[in-house]
């Protein structure tokens, strides 16, 4: 009876939430950090065909969200972020053959100028009538701690060459899935349908559609891993920006009251267990930072994650 009850919970966690994946190149052997083989997602389709998944545009997700409907746990969205040649060399054909639909978020800079690794517009208009054309910044810069006019214009830039090419660009996401409290307000305001971040973690009906987690799936894909992340819904208090001393003081933030203990890990350092005194999760942390880009995340006992981000300028 106990084995039935593990199985229960496992399948439980396992399978909780829509998912967003991410994916760079495809069968691109001299970047093996963000390159995935068609082999490998083959594999993870057929996975996902068997298991009775359905594969849906983003904009879906995004409306369900808008109307707050429920939002199904077989939901998978995938994403493509750069619009690499090599995913219309040696991955569009396999997304047609299973009729998965796709957003592809463009670094416009790079197919105007015709870099020999990136997409084409006449490339990107037929992978159009097959998946989503998302914005990923015209630049591609680190947007974060960079000044406001700066950020409007890379913005209004890249919506502008989009409409020029006969794309009406509803998505966006952020360069190196890099973003504080400044660039969020900036890029909302343009009046995007979702904007997408690089965070580990899910979809529920508490997600936001202007802020939404995405796994990133490299190498070999561990679909067990890959499925079981959930959404922690949690209210981030501090930091709300990288210290001027790079001392990280403490970190606050609110979640569930259910939750006693949670993990937490930041770039550079240990997972520790942590605990929650009425939701509230609170931790003199007091220690420098070392690297430039930190991520603070949050891991409750059934997989729910939340991410913040600080950059310093």
């Known amino acids: 009876m106990r084995h039935i009850w593990l199985s229960i919970l496992f399948t439980l966690s396992l399978y909780a939430d829509a998912h967003i994946y991410l994916f760079h190149r495809f069968d691109d052997l001299r970047y093996p950090t963000t390159n995935t083989s068609t082999k490998e997602l083959k594999i993870f389709f057929d996975y996902l065909k068997d298991n009775h998944y359905e594969v849906i545009p983003l904009k879906k997700l995004s409306h369900a969200l808008k109307t707050n409907s429920k939002i199904d746990s077989k939901w998978i969205v995938f994403t493509i972020d750069d619009a690499f040649k090599s995913f219309y060399e040696n991955a569009f054909e396999l997304f047609k053959e299973y009729s998965y ?55 209004k830039k890249s919506l502008a060459i989009f409409k020029k090419y006969g794309f009406n660009v509803k998505s966006y996401a952020y360069p190196y899935g ?24 899910a979809v529920d009906e508490s997600s936001s559609r202007f802020n939404l987690d995405r796994v990133a799936l490299t190498g070999k894909i561990d679909i067990e891993h890959a499925l079981h992340f959930r959404h922690l819904n949690a209210t981030w208090m501090k930091p709300s920006k990288y210290p001027k001393d790079s001392v990280l003081k403490v970190i ?62």
């Open 101 to 155: 639909p796709f957003t592809i978020f463009v670094y416009p800079l790079a197919t105007q100028e015709g870099y020999s690794d990136y997409m084409s517009w006449d490339e990107l208009n037929i992978t159009s009538m097959y998946g989503e054309i998302g914005a990923h910044s015209f630049s591609h810069a680190h947007l974060v701690g960079k000044d406001k006019n700066t950020t409007i214009a890379d913005t």
């Open 178 to 201: 890099e973003y504080d409290e400044d660039l969020f307000k900036i890029i909302h305001s343009f009046g995007f349908e979702t904007v997408v971040n690089q965070n580990s973690g």
């Open 252 to 313: 606050k933030l609110k979640i569930d009251k259910k939750y006693k203990n949670v993990m937490l890990y930041v770039s550079g350092f240990s997972w520790q267990k942590v605990k929650v005194k009425e939701g509230i999760i609170e931790l003199l942390f007091d220690k420098k930072l070392s690297s430039k880009r930190v991520r603070i995340i949050v891991k409750s006992d059934d997989n729910r994650y939340s991410t913040k981000i600080i950059v310093k300028d």
